[in-house]
């Protein structure tokens, strides 16, 4: 079944240190991101020497039940998928591990690079090998084939070539590298760690390790982290700084702190907006649980409306499965939410989410909760319609499948079964993200206003399975 949310890609997670049980440390950072990706997870280590990976398909307490990488190390590098670029599989797990030239090299991406598959043919005539269908190898492959004398060299001769999001973080022998693309497309932090430095997608996961938190990573900034402390190379001028106005909506956690803003914060100012804006009035506000949770707090406190739970969810429920069968897609949305019945029945209900996709997820939750006995539904979505696809790593569907680009708001109400439906206006968002310069923001899903270079729609279409084998039929 597909999902009616979108999907970030991964989370990404490194460490130096010398006093910590780096392995360890990772563990419980990939843990603290796994809202970002939860079809599979790795660790890779080193003592110096030698490297060595550990990877699995699920979620990270699945993927080391039986324990973490054993070798005594001194950096680690860590991630959790949610596949954009290649299927789920066991072969494109991360980090990707390779001997090369100049050594081993590990690595570990966030995001989507929008001209991997120019990139791809180019080297496979050259006479590169590929072992994964994911953009991410690419990036390897540039780096393994680079003549220049040292890796930093090497990272930034490859850069230039590729076009797209991308956070890395890279492990040599003896270096943690921390890469950010020029528009900052996707988050990634400093902190410290006693003596040692940890690379992180989000804060929340430095708060986890105990980490203190240092800085973002700016955009077209690299930071090499060795024995003698961290250095900072700026690789590239932004033309145009555009962090994912999406991070702040719904991808990160809300105790997060991306470039100076509050996740939380701006959540919950998104909802005090929503009840400004919309002007519903009802008995309660209620979440689609846990996305839209901080959002409807910000509405009931706006609006002087009491918040209520009115639909569980089923905490046991860590990743999207399949249902194949058409009429078992209800029963899927069922066993991940369920309505209140004795706190929604007899009442009329705000229900707050942060964002309509497909929109077949919405209309199944409305109906549940008139199914419960509440009387009337006014739907608030603390985002703007999404009109366009996401080329930056986002795993998104061509925009036919997108209901705000063939439905206006009245249609899509109409779809969904709501008594009413408000978005939140564009300018709204921004107010709310008070910290941010509209300006350093993407917001191409909302307005088609893309700062980067994007594939063609009919290639996107398929572009998760791009490089995938070609069956004959």
């Known amino acids: 079944?597909?999902?009616?949310?979108?999907?970030?890609?991964?989370?990404?997670?490194?460490?130096?240190?010398?006093?910590?049980?780096?392995?360890?440390?990772?563990?419980?950072?990939?843990?603290?991101?796994?809202?970002?990706?939860?079809?599979?997870?790795?660790?890779?280590?080193?003592?110096?020497?030698?490297?060595?990976?550990?990877?699995?398909?699920?979620?990270?307490?699945?993927?080391?039940?039986?324990?973490?990488?054993?070798?005594?190390?001194?950096?680690?590098?860590?991630?959790?998928?949610?596949?954009?670029?290649?299927?789920?599989?066991?072969?494109?797990?991360?980090?990707?591990?390779?001997?090369?030239?100049?050594?081993?090299?590990?690595?570990?991406?966030?995001?989507?690079?929008?001209?991997?598959?120019?990139?791809?043919?180019?080297?496979?005539?050259?006479?590169?090998?590929?072992?994964?269908?994911?953009?991410?190898?690419?990036?390897?492959?540039?780096?393994?084939?680079?003549?220049?004398?040292?890796?930093?060299?090497?990272?930034?001769?490859?850069?230039?070539?590729?076009?797209?999001?991308?956070?890395?973080?890279?492990?040599?022998?003896?270096?943690?590298?921390?890469?950010?693309?020029?528009?900052?497309?996707?988050?990634?932090?400093?902190?410290?760690?006693?003596?040692?430095?940890?690379?992180?997608?989000?804060?929340?996961?430095?708060?986890?390790v105990g980490a203190e938190f240092i800085r973002d990573i700016e955009p077209g900034e690299m930071v090499i982290i060795d024995d003698n402390g961290v250095e900072s190379w700026h690789f590239a001028t932004p033309d145009r700084r555009a962090g994912c106005v999406f991070e702040y909506i719904y991808f990160a956690r809300p105790d997060s702190v991306i470039d100076g803003q509050s996740v939380y914060e701006a959540r919950f100012n998104m909802g005090r907006t929503l009840a400004r804006e919309s002007g519903f009035k009802a008995d309660i506000v209620i979440s689609v649980p846990d996305s839209g949770t901080t959002a409807a707090l910000g509405y009931s406190h706006e609006a002087g409306i009491p918040f209520a739970e009115g639909l569980m969810k089923n905490r046991y429920i860590g990743r999207t499965f399949i249902q194949p069968e058409q009429k078992k897609r209800d029963m899927g949305v069922r066993i991940k939410l369920n309505a209140v019945t004795s706190v929604v029945k007899g009442k009329s209900v705000v229900m707050v989410d942060d964002s309509i996709v497909r929109g077949t997820t919405s209309g199944k939750i409305v109906r549940m909760l008139k199914e419960a006995g509440a009387t009337k539904v006014h739907m608030c979505v603390s985002s703007p319609p999404i009109g366009f696809p996401c080329y930056y790593g986002i795993d998104t569907s061509a925009r036919k499948e997108l209901i705000a680009a063939t439905k206006q708001v009245e249609e899509i109400r109409q779809f969904i079964g709501a008594d009413s439906l408000h978005y939140l206006s564009l300018a709204g968002l921004h107010a709310a993200i008070g910290n941010i310069s509209e300006k350093t923001l993407c917001n191409a899903c909302f307005n088609c206003d893309y700062p980067a270079q994007t594939p063609s729609e009919c290639d996107c279409a398929n572009n998760k399975f791009l490089f995938e084998p070609k069956v004959n039929k």
Request: glycine share 10%; charged share 20%.
């Open 1 to 208: 079944m597909q999902s009616d949310k979108w999907r970030e890609e991964c989370g990404v997670f490194g460490i130096f240190s010398h006093q910590e049980n780096v392995a360890l440390a990772s563990y419980w950072g990939i843990y603290a991101l796994q809202h970002r990706g939860q079809e599979s997870a790795g660790i890779a280590v080193t003592d110096g020497t030698v490297m060595d990976v550990q990877r699995g398909m699920g979620l990270v307490n699945e993927v080391f039940r039986q324990g973490l990488p054993e070798m005594p190390a001194h950096i680690a590098i860590g991630h959790v998928r949610y596949s954009t670029t290649g299927s789920s599989l066991l072969r494109n797990t991360q980090p990707l591990l390779v001997n090369y030239a100049g050594g081993q090299i590990s690595l570990a991406h966030n995001g989507n690079l929008t001209n991997a598959h120019e990139i791809r043919e180019e080297l496979e005539k050259k006479g590169s090998v590929f072992q994964t269908s994911i953009d991410s190898e690419v990036i390897v492959n540039l780096i393994a084939r680079s003549p220049k004398g040292t890796i930093e060299e090497q990272i930034i001769e490859s850069l230039v070539h590729i076009h797209g999001a991308y956070c890395l973080v890279i492990m040599t022998e003896k270096k943690l590298i921390g890469v950010r693309d020029p528009h900052g497309f996707r988050p990634l932090c400093l902190g410290r760690l006693g003596e040692g430095w940890v690379l992180a997608s989000e804060s929340c996961a430095l708060d986890t």
